[in-house]
């Protein structure tokens, strides 16, 4: 390469560095949705796992993110190919170079220091190889393109695309193979370059060599590029097979350049979180709440490819158009789930359809709770799998097969054991259960006797009494809808079975022993060991004071009336942590985003703020919810109090900061609080529109004074999904002090 040559190359690799840094920090007045976004919210957690600034089309089954332990390490482990199962599971890797001689000894993967780093949900980029190249990113479904931009100045690059414990294969500019992945699963690539590399052939024993395929340690694939231009690679994968992962990459990517893939990402982020317009607001609101958007499409994926799907069940091939997995249900059926059906029914129901397919092909055919690529993982407790079957049967979607998700997840709740964590058939829990109505709980020190229960997991007396009432509910509103009156009937009354364990002299959830005695002594704080799982799950027992979704009248009765359930939610945001932090959370180390006892770091916390609507003090709520939002969720590093777990936390923040929030899956209604936003629009499927207006709202001004619903007065803090499936306009008047709106005395 001549002097001018030289001089071309290192402007044309400048002007891609500046071109690609650039998108970052650019300010333009024409913000779209996801130019809101900011992936790094929440990549430094405050105790357990951060978010992870994925790269991804909505619900789309190619997804990365970093190659790093954590946010602050300053170096990363090659170039991400595929994200198997969230924050668990990475397939493949790929590393470029232009540090290593063709004579030097090569590592399998290389470990580099990174800079220039950006990343939106469409696009990734950064400097590697001790800044010699600018690698970029952008996704399609089940495929993805990288560019690599060497520096002219530094000499041939060299590429190493890594199989481990797999098999890889050259043929020209294509490299086709297969790695095994966690959980005994398959994970087959295409990928092909764009012109012809110098050298190329298998890393054996450090060495490039010349043959075209390896097994095992040997499955890398080496390409040495000169650097004269960049070098571009796309690629596709597949749960199927290889012939299945080409197939992908010539329908997808094959034809298409690197901008042309990120124009088509970029836009299809932007339709679907243009689904909800917000304005008025902070620049910083609308971060919040955008990236937040996005933190919900994260998970569950659709694996389905061409018309067929890998069934992580039975690890066959079936046919279908879709199979949705990944879905950590303990988390999701609470918001993420209620806010899909707002947004796509029919994407809602073709994820509830997946779980049907799912126990369909499945041994003991019940319902997953953590449904995964790699199978099942059966985490946590209780059967929440049916409440996503309930929610959508009382909202009307049309589509689900209703029948088999009630057959299920009945299967669910009586045939498989209701220890956590499990995936054994039902044994003693299950049938002192149905015949005592609560889960019998050890003392302090008492060994365990049952097999069936996880040694680290424990029995999780209250928690899954709770829950699992909470379950026999949504079977008796999925039964009802079913005409199964004597089963509805039936259900409905074991959906009583959490009174059982109410101790009416502290009104706490307390649990018993077999005898129906309550344990005691008991510190409802700290009782239960790590995670208090003995008898509650991740959190204390004021935060199970109030895991009784389905039943809140019920509650109120139970703690005395309203005055005393009040008193109660007070205390609750109010009471010290019991201890120095550090003790708290060698105790509770999920139990994060404390505000006195609330946690908002954990799920089973997220209906709590909104309790205050039930007992006739709607202010409460409104400014609760806006202090904990204020508090816990902001769009920096740090900007997430808890896991996130696939729209698990995220879904409250999109629900609260649009005004209203599902707190009973199941009951096809909303409780309000007030917006962040002067006016929000929801297009939902059906092409209508959710329109809420509350021109004024701010901090300062954060109280609803009067509030309509098309027209009509609405007096009291909920709606109803009948009321605004087919469009609505809801009209706030806000107050910047407490007013008596919705208020019962």
């Not at 094959?254 to 990402?265: H, I, P, R, T, Y």
């Not at 139990?591 to 039930?614: A, K």
């Not at 619903?709 to 709606?719: D, R, S, T």
Request: hydrophobic share 35%; with cysteine.
């Amino acid at each position: 390469m001549n002097l001018t040559d030289k001089t071309k190359s290192l402007k044309s690799y400048l002007a891609a560095l500046v071109l690609s840094v650039s998108i970052a920090g650019s300010t333009s007045a024409a913000k779209t949705p996801v130019d809101y976004v900011n992936p790094y919210m929440g990549n430094i957690s405050h105790m357990l796992m951060p978010t992870f600034p994925t790269v991804h089309l909505p619900n789309g089954m190619m997804r990365v993110y970093p190659v790093r332990g954590s946010f602050t390490e300053s170096r990363v482990n090659g170039l991400p190919l595929l994200v198997v199962n969230h924050r668990e599971c990475l397939a493949f890797n790929f590393s470029a170079t232009q540090s290593h001689d063709s004579n030097d000894r090569l590592p399998h993967s290389i470990v580099t220091d990174y800079d220039n780093e950006v990343i939106t949900p469409y696009y990734y980029a950064t400097d590697i190889d001790g800044q010699n190249i600018r690698a970029e990113y952008t996704p399609e479904r089940h495929s993805a393109v990288y560019r690599l931009t060497p520096d002219p100045e530094k000499g041939n690059m060299t590429m190493i695309l890594n199989a481990h414990n797999g098999k890889m294969k050259i043929n020209g500019r294509r490299m086709c193979g297969y790695q095994h992945s966690w959980g005994g699963i398959k994970v087959y690539i295409c990928a092909e370059v764009d012109r012809d590399p110098v050298g190329a052939g298998i890393l054996s024993d450090g060495k490039m060599s010349k043959r075209t395929s390896g097994q095992g340690d040997d499955a890398c694939a080496v390409m040495i590029f000169d650097s004269s231009t960049p070098v571009v690679m796309r690629y596709a994968v597949s749960y199927i097979d290889e012939e299945q992962a080409c197939k992908n990459f010539e329908s997808e990517v094959a034809k298409l350049s690197f901008d042309q893939v990120k124009k088509q990402a970029r836009k299809v982020w932007n339709d679907e979180l243009g689904k909800i317009i917000v304005e008025g607001g902070s620049e910083a609101d609308k971060e919040t709440f955008y990236t937040s958007l996005y933190r919900c499409y994260e998970r569950p994926v659709d694996i389905a490819e061409q018309g067929r799907f890998f069934c992580p069940s039975d690890r066959k091939v079936h046919d279908g158009e879709h199979h949705y997995t990944d879905d950590w249900l303990w988390d999701t059926y609470r918001a993420t789930h209620p806010l899909r059906i707002l947004l796509s029914q029919s994407t809602e129901v073709d994820m509830l359809n997946s779980l049907v397919d799912y126990a369909r092909y499945s041994t003991h055919q019940w319902l997953p709770t953590f449904p995964a690529v790699s199978g099942d993982s059966h985490r946590m407790n209780c059967n929440h799998g049916i409440a996503t079957f309930a929610d959508a049967a009382v909202k009307g979607l049309i589509g689900v097969d209703y029948v088999l998700g009630y057959q299920y997840g009945k299967a669910a709740v009586e045939n498989k054991t209701l220890a956590p964590w499990r995936n054994s058939k039902a044994g003693y829990l299950n049938k002192f259960y149905r015949e005592h109505g609560y889960i019998p709980a050890l003392y302090p020190g008492e060994r365990e006797f049952l097999d069936e229960v996880d040694g680290w997991e424990k029995r999780q007396a209250v928690a899954v009494t709770l829950g699992t009432s909470y379950d026999d509910w949504c079977l008796s509103i999925l039964a009802e809808k079913l005409g199964l009156t004597d089963e509805a009937a039936y259900y409905a009354s074991c959906s009583k079975n959490y009174t059982k364990l109410f101790n009416p002299a502290t009104s706490f959830f307390h649990p018993k022993d077999s005898a129906g005695k309550f344990i005691e002594p008991f510190d409802y704080k700290f009782s239960g060991g790590i995670g208090a799982r003995d008898y509650y799950d991740e959190n204390n027992g004021w935060t199970y004071r109030w895991d009784c979704q389905h039943d809140i009248p019920g509650l109120i009765t139970l703690m005395g009336g309203e005055d005393k359930f009040i008193a109660n939610l007070d205390a609750t945001f109010n009471e010290w942590l019991g201890k120095n932090k550090y003790e708290f959370y060698s105790v509770l180390p999920d139990q994060t985003g404390n505000v006195g006892q609330f946690t908002m770091g954990n799920e089973p916390s997220m209906h709590i703020p909104y309790l205050y609507n039930y007992a006739g003090e709607p202010w409460r709520t409104q400014r609760r919810v806006r202090q904990l939002i204020r508090q816990w969720f902001r769009p920096d590093v740090m900007g997430v109090p808890g896991d996130e777990d696939g729209g698990g936390l995220s879904s409250f923040v999109v629900f609260s900061m649009m005004g209203f929030y599902p707190v009973t899956p199941g009951s096809g209604e909303y409780s309000v609080s007030s917006p962040f936003f002067t006016k929000v629009k929801l297009r939902m499927e059906n092409g209508k529109e959710i329109v809420i207006e509350a021109p004024g709202s701010s901090d300062n001004c954060k109280y609803i004074k009067r509030a309509t619903i098309n027209g009509k007065e609405l007096v009291a803090p909920v709606i109803t999904h009948d009321q605004i499936k087919e469009g609505a306009v809801i009209k706030l008047e806000m107050s910047s002090s407490h007013t008596n709106w919705g208020c019962k005395k």
